[in-house]
């Protein structure tokens, strides 16, 4: 599995380059030597949820982008696989394809499994659960987490919830500060197979918007990490740095993203890149 920290290269919606935060987002890249690129043809922001999911660095999921979010908003809905064709990647070998409704957002990669919410049971119905949990580890060739949906959060993606940092240890959200009873269930899943390490902001006044921090942006050894201009972000900051000692860890304003429900990890597709 090619997890983040062993990505070299990263894509953006063309569309992002209309919001106040791109700027930021493009002298952090620019100032960590990170190469990105803009997908042409989309139709929002949210490229993380619609692109193939990279298994190895010349194989490619290709899965069905139709989440229950969007059955309304049909006008929203990206063809993934036709802004991955555009790319001319030469040096794919094989797209693995599925019928599996998926949004990638809902996939955290491991280097040994892969982590989603049991939302991922609701969109899929028509599949009992240990068949849907069968065929899933056949696609990604490793085994299947499943952690409770925060039903906060209506899109039901595990990139909201928690994160992979590499040898077998996962970055859960500040989900003690706010909702302990919850954060002992998903501490009790996740501790079977993985160390885990949570955020927390002991502050007098939290910001409603300080679940964003877990969704940052990493390509290979640089952290793109959520700005709110509010409290949290020097306990963030403090404990990113402490997390990534090697790596480049810049934080960047996010105030034009996190109202629209997504952050750093959302509105962006990183992948390991041969060419480079």
């Not at 693995?96 to 919410?117: A, F, H, P, R, Y």
């Not at 640089?222 to 020097?234: F, G, M, R």
């Amino acid at each position: 599995m090619v997890t983040d920290f062993r990505t070299n290269t990263v894509f953006f919606s063309a569309w992002l380059t209309r919001l106040k935060c791109w700027q930021e987002i493009q002298f952090a890249l620019e100032q960590s030597h990170i190469p990105y690129g803009l997908l042409t043809d989309t139709r929002d922001y949210w490229v993380r949820d619609f692109m193939p999911i990279q298994l190895s660095p010349v194989s490619y999921l290709q899965y069905v982008y139709d989440p229950d979010y969007l059955r309304g908003s049909v006008v929203y809905r990206t063809d993934g696989a036709m802004c991955f064709e555009k790319l001319g990647f030469s040096n794919v070998k094989v797209i693995k394809k599925t019928d599996i409704i998926l949004d990638g957002g809902n996939v955290i990669k491991c280097d040994d499994s892969v982590i989603m919410t049991d939302k991922v049971f609701r969109e899929n119905r028509n599949y009992d659960k240990i068949t849907l949990i069968n065929k899933l580890e056949r696609c990604f060739g490793v085994e299947l987490v499943v952690i409770p949906w925060d039903c906060n959060e209506r899109y039901g993606h595990a990139d909201g919830m928690v994160r992979y940092l590499g040898d077998g240890c996962v970055l859960l959200s500040n989900y003690g500060d706010i909702d302990p009873t919850f954060a002992e269930k998903l501490l009790r899943i996740l501790s079977r197979r993985y160390e885990v390490t949570e955020l927390r902001f002991s502050v007098k006044k939290p910001s409603p918007y300080n679940w964003a921090y877990i969704n940052y942006l990493q390509v290979g050894k640089a952290v793109l990490l959520p700005k709110l201009d509010v409290e949290e972000d020097e306990l963030a900051y403090e404990q990113f740095h402490a997390l990534f000692p090697q790596a480049f860890v810049c934080q960047v304003g996010v105030g034009s993203l996190v109202r629209r429900g997504g952050v750093l990890n959302c509105v962006s597709w990183t992948i390991y890149n041969q060419l480079n």
